[in-house]
């Protein structure tokens, strides 16, 4: 086979994204003769695709010297610019900013192209970053998704387009006008669905609307976007960076599912072999891991998760601070908390502050646990998502139990239920429930605590969840002799939940449950729904 067919046949399955024969032909052909610059790149991006980021790299450097020689200037740019954003990912951001440098400066006089508007794109969003947005410039940001509309206009291109809607709904949702910038946001994603992205930057602004769905506890659409995320992905090759940041991303919502024994069996594996290509989604996968981890009673495997976290940038709090309170370190525990949301843009403390109010109150600093509540009440006010409010309520229960307004906690706390309930963050509706206990003890209704406590030990034992478990079963006995389990089915079914759905919450199946309302009934001595219902209200489980 000569030069000319070997290359011709590299460059026809790189055009199939047959990405080990495309890679397999360039360097065979690379070990004979050398490969035009352009060629070079293609091989360079093969590596990628095939998961060798340090392969990849190496290439595209080469390819942009030999591009930049040889005056290709666009085509040397944009490889630049890819190789800025391979390096951010990685948690190289020194090496991030001197390739963009290195594209601006081989772009200074040369004529409007597209490589100038991703030059706009990079700029537009790293200053979003470190604005925060309570800084933010909506006006700047608004002139820098103009220019891009103009230039997608005038050069016929897509993907700059969907970075100007990604400029301007972020620069929304970050002054807190979330529903015009989500509507932006998912315009940008019609471009990425349809390919009119190149895959790395299609990843990247994935990357960006899941992280922020997550600090604005919005799991609904954290969902949403993870599932169009995996649709995106699983047609291409499973070496794919974006594969392995999808998966991740998954097991963080099975966390919330409380699939604890998935994420334990997979999470750890995945952060690694993602590390070296995308180390921030990596650091986020241990720290989930941690989390779990200490839920369940590992210390020493907490710890461990909590440290690679940190090695790749990320950090773990609150996680590392609940831990050293659960060891006792409460002061600790506090200072790392305050030194903690010192680092983090506003809207990205809300996890911090409701668990700095359990804190808090735990040590006896009740002046800082007002503090973070009143941080926390002005973050949800701001940003109203679902998620927000009810972390805010949950933490406004935990501080009106504190001072004794009972009534007052009662209603914080059940506004908090109803939305972890709908978003199935189990371990939330646990804590939830425990609360409740409490506040309906200090209330008089002994009955709907005792179920309440029930409910919560349940929940902790289905997730493994040892600490917990550990401190409610020896709390009592439960009404008329139901277990744990059938007093959770029971709340769920006087609540007008139907039995698939109550399968469904409960994460069992509908035989289960038809089972456990078999003894629900025999134990109550009733014969329908109506009448376990009607004593469950008398005992004030469900209400």
Excluded at 89 to 115: D, I, K, N, P, S
Excluded at 237 to 261: E, I, K, M, N
Excluded at 485 to 514: F, W
Aim: aromatic letters at 6%.
């Amino acid at each position: 086979m000569d030069v000319a067919e070997n290359v011709q046949r590299a460059r026809a399955a790189y055009a199939a994204g047959q990405w080990v024969a495309a890679r397999e032909a360039l360097r065979r052909q690379r070990r004979t003769t050398a490969l035009d610059p352009d060629d070079l790149a293609l091989l360079a991006t093969c590596e990628w695709w095939l998961g060798d980021i340090p392969a990849s790299v190496a290439l595209a450097e080469l390819a942009f010297r030999q591009q930049l020689a040889a005056g290709r200037v666009e085509a040397a740019a944009r490889g630049a610019l890819d190789l800025a954003l391979i390096c951010y990912t990685a948690g190289e951001g020194a090496l991030g900013t001197a390739w963009y440098g290195r594209a601006r400066r081989a772009l200074a006089g040369h004529e409007q192209c597209v490589a100038h508007g991703y030059l706009v794109y990079i700029a537009a969003v790293s200053r979003l970053e470190l604005d925060g947005e309570l800084r933010v410039d909506v006006a700047a940001a608004g002139r820098a998704a103009a220019r891009l509309s103009a230039s997608a206009d005038r050069l016929q291109d897509p993907a700059l387009q969907a970075f100007a809607d990604v400029i301007a709904g972020l620069a929304a949702v970050l002054h807190g006008h979330l529903q015009h910038g989500f509507d932006l946001l998912d315009e940008a994603m019609v471009a990425v669905v349809a390919g009119h992205l190149p895959p790395l930057w299609s990843g990247d602004i994935y990357c960006t609307v899941l992280h922020l769905c997550e600090s604005l506890g919005d799991l609904v659409r954290m969902r949403m976007w993870t599932q169009a995320m995996e649709s995106w992905v699983s047609p291409l090759c499973r070496t794919f960076t974006y594969y392995g940041v999808s998966r991740v991303h998954r097991l963080q919502l099975s966390s919330a599912d409380g699939d604890w024994d998935r994420v334990e069996a997979e999470l750890g594996a995945r952060s690694q072999q993602l590390a070296p290509a995308h180390g921030w989604v990596a650091g986020e996968g241990f720290r989930e891991l941690g989390d779990v981890r200490r839920l369940r009673g590992d210390t020493a495997g907490a710890e461990t998760a909590y440290a690679a976290a940190r090695e790749l940038g990320i950090d773990p709090q609150p996680g590392a601070a609940l831990l050293a309170a659960a060891g006792g370190a409460g002061g600790q525990a506090l200072a790392q908390i305050h030194f903690a949301l010192g680092t983090r843009r506003p809207f990205e403390g809300s996890r911090l502050l409701l668990a700095g109010v359990q804190i808090a109150l735990a040590c006896g600093a009740g002046q800082d646990a007002r503090q973070f509540g009143t941080r926390l009440s002005e973050i949800a006010a701001r940003y109203d998502t679902p998620g927000l409010h009810a972390r805010n309520d949950h933490a406004r229960g935990r501080l009106a139990l504190a001072v004794g307004r009972y009534r007052d906690a009662h209603s914080h706390l059940g506004r908090a239920l109803e939305v972890y309930r709908a978003q199935h963050y189990r371990y939330g509706v646990a804590e939830v429930h425990e609360l409740l206990a409490e506040t309906l003890d200090h209330l008089g209704e002994a009955g709907a605590a005792s179920a309440e406590r029930a409910t919560a030990l349940a929940i902790y034992r289905s997730l493994g969840a040892g600490p917990d478990v550990a401190r409610l079963a020896e709390s009592g006995p439960v009404p008329a002799g139901l277990t744990a389990r059938e007093l959770e089915v029971l709340a769920a079914m006087t609540a007008g939940a139907s039995n698939r759905q109550v399968a469904r919450q409960l994460v069992i199946s509908e035989k289960t449950v038809s089972r456990h309302l078999g003894n629900i009934y025999r134990k109550l001595d009733v014969t329908s729904r109506t009448a376990a219902a009607a004593w469950a209200h008398r005992h004030g489980i469900g209400d």
